[in-house]
């Protein structure tokens, strides 16, 4: 694979994504400057913890993109049981062995969006996050929030 191949299929993904944003309710993609790194803003579910806050993400490309998944990261601070504290997201299709080329940035995104909506406690990068959510969800509702308003 070339990059000449990723540059085509990125490409090809953000312009069908910019055509399509009315369809991704709560996601915004601004135009990358550079094509191998893209940011994008998630807007927290309603009716979650996570409704009140705004959230940035990166995405970063390498050659191998479709084959290889991209590297995608949480810029904004989050309290969640699959996020770690520097901000990368441990969801299934982002693993090397549940990638495949059919996956794109809109599946991405919007897996990230139903992690935030539906946390997975059993496979967890932050496991105070995870304890708490099965422990006490009122609590771990209340620390979310808390996260949201600090970064405010």
């Not at 953000?14 to 996601?27: A, Y």
């Not at 309290?79 to 794109?104: F, M, R």
């Amino acid at each position: 694979m070339t990059s000449n191949f990723a540059t085509t299929r990125l490409s090809r993904e953000l312009s069908k994504l910019q055509s399509d944003m009315n369809n991704l309710e709560g996601i915004t993609i601004e135009l990358p400057t550079n094509l191998m790194s893209w940011n994008a803003t998630i807007k927290g579910p309603p009716n979650t913890p996570y409704e009140e806050g705004t959230f940035n993400i990166t995405l970063t490309f390498d050659n191998d993109y479709p084959v290889k998944p991209p590297s995608v990261k949480f810029l904004t601070l989050m309290y969640h049981p699959n996020i770690y504290k520097d901000g990368k997201i441990c969801v299934d299709i982002l693993q090397p062995s549940e990638w495949t080329p059919a996956q794109n940035v809109r599946t991405i995104l919007v897996s990230i969006m139903s992690l935030l909506m539906d946390p997975n406690p059993s496979s967890p990068a932050n496991r105070e996050a995870a304890e708490l959510y099965m422990k006490d969800k009122e609590e771990y509702n209340k620390k979310v929030r808390q996260f949201i308003q600090t970064n405010k």
